[in-house]
C-alpha cells in the first residue's frame, strides 16, 4: 500500500502564505506525477498543480503567478507554497501521487494513482 500523509493547511488572511507538504510512504518503487487538487463545497476537484517525475509542472491559470509546487524525490514528498491567498482558494487540498510501478492492494487490485486524506485551506476576506 501507499500512504500519503498532508500538512500545512489551516486559516490564513487574505494576502498570506501557507506551504502544503504531502509525504509519502509504503511500498514505492519511485513515483512519477506528484500533484495538488482542490475541491471547494458544490464543486468539482480540479487541479491546481503538478510536477512530473522529470521536472515539468503545469499549474490551474489561477493560481500561476502565486502558487510554486515543488518535489524532494529522495523523501518522496511533494510540496505546494501558496502566497497571496485569496477567499476563492479556499478548498480541501489533496494530494496525488502516481506510482512507477503498480502497486498490489490488500483487495488484490493494482493501483498506480493514490490520493491523500484532504487538508482544508481556509482564506478570510
Known amino acids: 500500500q501507499v500512504q500519503l500523509v498532508e500538512s500545512g493547511g489551516g486559516l490564513v488572511q487574505t494576502g498570506g502564505s501557507l506551504r502544503l507538504s504531502c509525504a509519502a510512504s509504503g511500498s514505492i518503487f519511485g513515483l512519477n506525477a506528484m500533484g495538488w487538487y482542490r475541491q471547494a463545497p458544490g464543486q468539482q476537484r480540479e487541479l491546481v498543480a503538478r510536477?512530473?517525475?522529470?521536472?515539468?509542472?503545469n499549474y490551474a491559470d489561477s493560481v500561476k503567478g502565486r502558487f510554486t509546487i515543488s518535489r524532494d524525490s529522495a523523501k518522496n514528498t511533494v510540496y505546494l507554497q501558496m502566497n497571496s491567498l485569496k477567499p476563492e482558494d479556499t478548498a480541501v487540498y489533496y494530494c496525488?501521487?502516481?506510482?512507477?510501478?503498480?502497486?498490489?492492494?490488500?483487495?488484490?487490485?493494482?493501483?498506480?494513482?493514490?490520493w491523500g486524506q484532504g487538508t482544508q485551506v481556509t482564506v478570510s476576506s
Open positions: 510536477i512530473t517525475g522529470g521536472g515539468s509542472i
Open positions: 496525488n501521487v502516481q506510482t512507477a510501478r503498480p502497486v498490489r492492494l490488500s483487495t488484490g487490485f493494482y493501483e498506480f494513482d493514490f
